[in-house]
């Protein structure tokens, strides 16, 4: 019988702690959203990107897929100026399609703030046409980047080399970004 008391007393206890932290969370967020708060709405973000993709190591077959991993660079114009520098994975499917993911570092600016910012994205493209759709997220910036996140939908064409590029790219880019205190 001690035992069952107790263990009500001790869910009754447990129950408490965590009303009392989530009216002290709903009374911290409340007070961003009172004037003078750092944070602000989300704002548009559109902008161009131009990627170099380099082989970072040989294809690798894996079933009926081909396996590629990429070291990219770049440059990005608009909302997020500045330059990247990451890797990515292509998963190549025998019909052609191709699902990868990649996470690259930001080193820019947006607006007048300057600083890195770390972006991971995914998608789908296709081999025979070199067109993708991705998805990014930018997050864990540093300096005045620091606070900032962008959710993006990217869409671009990858192609013929360039100098010091395997395989090169451009493309467009359109979402939100939001600067959290």
Known sequence: MYMKINCWFNRN?????LRRCFCALAIAGA?????????????????GFFPCFNFAGPPRQVGENLIIRFNVTGTGTGTLTGSFDGTEMDVVHPDGSITLEGRLVFT?????????????????????????????????????????????????????????C???????????ILFAP
């Not at 451009?170 to 939100?176: F, H, L, S």
């Open 13 to 17: 206890r447990l129950r408490s702690h």
């Open 166 to 176: 395997a395989i090169s790219g451009a493309g467009t880019y359109t979402g939100q």
């Open 108 to 164: 820019g600016s947006v607006g007048t703030r300057t600083g890195t910012l770390l972006v991971t994205y995914n998608g789908i493209g296709n081999i025979n046409t070199g067109h993708e759709n991705l998805r990014g997220v930018g997050r864990q910036g540093t300096l005045g980047l620091a606070g900032l996140h962008t959710e993006i939908t990217l869409e671009g064409n990858v192609g013929a080399p360039s100098p010091g």
């Open 31 to 47: 007070s961003l959203t009172l004037p003078g708060a750092e944070a602000s709405g989300p704002e548009p973000a559109s902008g």
